[in-house]
């Protein structure tokens, strides 16, 4: 019960933001050519990418039901530097894919030799966790073997998924919630994301702290010092410490929005960075680090 509750107030809140999008694209499509029209539309919601989050909200299941087995071959191409998927092909870099769908996570293959973080995924490949998979390997199973960076497009990975089901598993496609309908558990994380936690960011930030110091006249480590980085050039500065051309190049100062991009995938927003931290997955824990370090 509760659950479906947190389902639906998540729906609710989800349509919410859907009439926030709405009403700025009509005030813009309106005032379009009035002098009062603001530099920037719209409403900027801390901690949520609004494509992202748009596109997080379409079932896996309805972009199942839609896939395309060709297009997900084509996909395919991408992962065939270090898998086959061919029956009784062999193990490559990644191990042969042939009936993988529906078939255990990190097991037989031939023998292939998995990481041990993979293992600890108990249980078998269905349709969700193999989306999980791909969207994020390293965010998946930690550690992993899997130096795939992930597919961003939820619709290449449901084509691809779609493809592999072809090669020998043929598992009936799950079902497609009816619209208006609750979606399955898991399916649609809602997007709404309160205001940052300083106090739940501080516990965010021990991800961080591998890395970064952030108190005042912190030493720089394998990452710059963040004192007071919010609100701060990029890429520059923090006593001389040596960024990435890629990071330098930026400019700019951080800001929410900046840093939420950033945390998201920080090889996604600048290719070439030196930060090798896969991103947060969670926006509640970005907006609640960003707070954090707000207050730091
Ligand atoms: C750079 C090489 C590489 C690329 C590219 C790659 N993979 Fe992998 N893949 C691996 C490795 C290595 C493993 C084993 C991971 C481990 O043990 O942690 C793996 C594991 C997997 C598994 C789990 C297999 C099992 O038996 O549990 C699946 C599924 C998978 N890959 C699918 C894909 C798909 C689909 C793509 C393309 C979209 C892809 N991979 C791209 C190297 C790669
Ligand atoms: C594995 C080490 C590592 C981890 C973990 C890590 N970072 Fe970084 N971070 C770096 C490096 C290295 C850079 C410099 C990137 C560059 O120059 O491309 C950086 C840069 C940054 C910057 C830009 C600083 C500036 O002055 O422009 C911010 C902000 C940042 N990190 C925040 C975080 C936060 C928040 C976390 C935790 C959620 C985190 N980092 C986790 C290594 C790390």
Redesign the pocket.
Known sequence: MENRFNTIAGWVLFSGIVALGLSSLSSHYFHADKPERPETMGYAIAGVSTGGAAAAAVPIEALLAKADPAKGQA??A??A???NAAQGGPNG???N?YG?VG???????GG?A??D???KHAGK?DFKT?DA??TG?AAF?PG?????AG?DDAQDRAN?IVY?NKQGSNLPLPPVPAAGAAPAAGAAAAPAVAAGDPVKGKAVFAKCGACHTNNAGGANGIGPNLHGIVGDDVGKGRGGYAFSDGLAKVGGKWDEAKLDKWLTSPRDMVSGTKMTFAGLDNAQDRADVIAYLKAN
């Open positions: 996909v395919f991408k992962c530097s270090c898998h870099i990644g191990p894919l993988i078939d255990s996570i990190a097991q037989g293959r292939f998995f990481s973080a993979l293992k490949w193999l998979w791909l390997p199973a992993t073997k899997m130096t795939f597919l691809v592999l």
